[in-house]
């Protein structure tokens, strides 16, 4: 039977709960008196989080935050589609990076993109969440195979997902 030495242990699940969490810097602190609607997308803030639905006659108009991020340029998740198949299938990718974003912007407002740039070969794709792009990234990887690399900042609430084939 072999014995561990008592000070090298494994890392367990608990221990993640003391690790420092990245905290998106665009979420409120507090949530808005009341019933809200973001006057540039049309989601209401109700029962504690922001969804689709029709406004009460008394929401107040208030910014969510996935439009504060549109507005400032400020992507909390970029995708790279970059490779040979890229330039060959273009249409097939962006139409599932659409459709990716369309299924998780029905249940949660808050995850879209904010802008498709096409480039030398290579599309960059930046998203208001970082679950958007995580998303997007597993969709291609499932759908076409290829290299996905994905890193996560230890600093901040960001992604940086590459796809290539």
């Not at 809200?36 to 029962?47: E, H, L, Q, S, Y």
């Not at 504060?68 to 970059?82: Q, T």
């Amino acid at each position: 039977m072999k014995r561990r030495d008592p000070r090298q242990r494994q890392r367990r699940h608990i221990d993640r709960a003391f690790d420092a969490p990245r905290l998106d810097p665009y979420l409120e602190r507090s949530k808005p008196r009341g019933p809200a609607v973001c006057p540039d997308c049309g989601a209401v803030f109700r029962r504690g989080r922001w969804q689709w639905g029709e406004a009460a006659e008394r929401a107040k108009p208030h910014l969510c935050p996935a439009c504060r991020r549109v507005r400032e340029r400020e992507p909390a998740g970029s995708v790279r589609l970059a490779g040979p198949y890229f330039a060959a299938h273009r249409d097939e990718l962006v139409a599932l990076v659409r459709n990716e974003e369309n299924r998780e912007k029905r249940l949660h407002p808050l995850q879209r993109i904010i802008a498709l740039r096409e480039s030398r070969g290579m599309l960059e794709v930046t998203t208001t969440d970082v679950h958007l792009a995580r998303r997007i990234g597993d969709a291609l990887s499932h759908a076409w195979r290829g290299n996905l690399e994905i890193r996560y900042s230890p600093d901040e609430y960001r992604v940086r997902v590459k796809w290539s084939r």
